[in-house]
């Protein structure tokens, strides 16, 4: 078993100083545009990772990832720090995984402070609910 303290997060204190400052401003950002998002998760282990790389590869179910274990800026890194998280907006406290208005402004409030959204990305890579600080940008 993966102790507790090493399960996918929403802790944004597993991100990097940085990345959690983008992350807040972030969340003022869509709280200023109307938004009510949700960080649903930061940190993973490599483990957790893996696993949702399989999902829908060699395990049932939907594809959830693009990245492998190690790729993910999720997994942290060796400087002890997550540099990405996924967040979702909300609709009366209901997950809009597939309104592609709400994605997009929500897309456009990580971008407006700083962070590089996946949404944007080409080809199988994209994941809209994606969001990082990529290294040596901090």
């Known amino acids: 078993d993966v102790p507790a303290d090493l399960m996918a997060s929403r802790d944004l204190n597993r991100l990097a100083p940085w990345v959690r400052a983008a992350a807040l401003a972030f ?11 949700l960080i649903y998760c930061t940190a993973r282990t490599v483990q957790e990772q893996a696993d949702l790389y399989a999902s829908g590869r060699t395990k049932p179910g939907p594809s959830l990832t693009n990245a492998r274990g190690l790729q993910s800026l999720h997994v942290i890194g060796p400087d002890g720090w997550a540099w990405a998280f996924d967040a979702v907006p909300l609709v009366n406290g209901k997950a809009q995984w ?3 208005a709400a994605l997009l402004a929500m ?22 609910v994606h969001f990082q600080m990529d290294r040596g940008k901090e």
Request: proline content about 0%.
């Open 27 to 37: 969340m003022a950002e869509g709280q200023r545009r109307g938004l009510d998002l």
């Open 98 to 100: 597939s309104d592609d």
């Open 107 to 128: 897309g456009q409030c990580g971008e407006a402070v700083g962070l590089t959204w996946a949404g944007r990305w080409r080809g199988k890579l994209r994941e809209r």
